[in-house]
Structure formats: structure tokens, C-alpha cells
Nanobody, 131 residues
């Protein structure tokens, strides 16, 4: 089984909502940082949101703040990304990723998201926002 497996991506109209899921074969340790990243062809990968596994401190990219919510269900070993008020510019392949033994400050401060220095990556799930 893949260490991280995303699902939930599909086509949706502008203004719509989606909830992505990422199932971890072994849930992150307390000091791990989990995150969602996205990439479109010809563009650099963007860190969308991260969450520190232990205390749930979160970080959001400016482009999604107020519209996206990252959360986790440790019992289900699952990371979520709830996306509301979707825009065409949200169209991308979305990847789940994990930073092992990360620092909370770097996780909630956006360092891991901005530089993409994660240890484990999923294969991605495609989100298309188009009327």
C-alpha cells in the first residue's frame, strides 16, 4: 500500500466545493507535518496548506486563505482538504505530503509549504474548476 493516497478530485464549477482526502498507511507521528500541495503544467509547485500533527497548528497560502481548510482524523489515518468557493485558478493536481519529525514553527509558519521540503509524497488527485 502506498504510504499516502489521495482521492476526491474531480471537475467542479466555479463557486463549488470539494473535499479531498489523503489516507496514510501509517498515521504520522506527533512531530510530523502534513500538507497539501498543488501543481499545474508550466507552473511551480505551490504549498497550499500544512498542519502539525500533534497540536493541529495550520498554515495556509494567501491564495486559499479563507476558502480552504486542512484537517486530520487520526483515528481514520486521514488528512483532508476542504475547498470552498473554488476558482478556475484552483485547477491543479493536488498532492498530499508528509515531513517526518518536523518542527512546529516551520510547519505552521509556512516554511515547509513554501519550500516543499517534505519527505513522503502521494501520487496526486486532479481538481478541475471549469464552467
Amino acid at each position: 500500500q502506498a504510504p499516502l493516497m489521495e482521492s476526491g478530485g474531480r471537475s467542479v464549477q466555479p463557486g463549488g466545493s470539494l473535499k479531498l482526502s489523503c489516507v496514510a498507511s501509517t498515521y504520522p507521528d506527533a512531530s510530523d507535518c502534513m500538507g497539501w500541495f498543488r501543481q499545474t503544467p508550466g507552473k511551480e509547485r505551490e504549498g497550499v496548506a500544512t498542519i502539525y500533527s500533534d497540536r493541529g497548528a495550520t498554515y495556509y497560502a494567501t491564495s486559499v486563505k479563507g476558502r480552504f481548510t486542512i484537517s486530520q482524523d487520526k483515528a481514520k489515518k486521514t488528512l483532508y482538504l476542504e475547498m470552498n468557493n473554488l476558482k478556475p485558478e484552483d485547477t491543479a493536481m493536488y498532492y498530499c505530503a508528509a515531513k517526518k519529525s518536523g518542527a512546529e514553527l516551520y510547519c505552521s509558519g509556512g516554511y515547509y509549504a513554501e519550500y516543499g521540503v517534505m519527505d513522503i509524497w502521494g501520487k496526486g488527485t486532479m481538481v478541475t474548476v471549469d464552467s
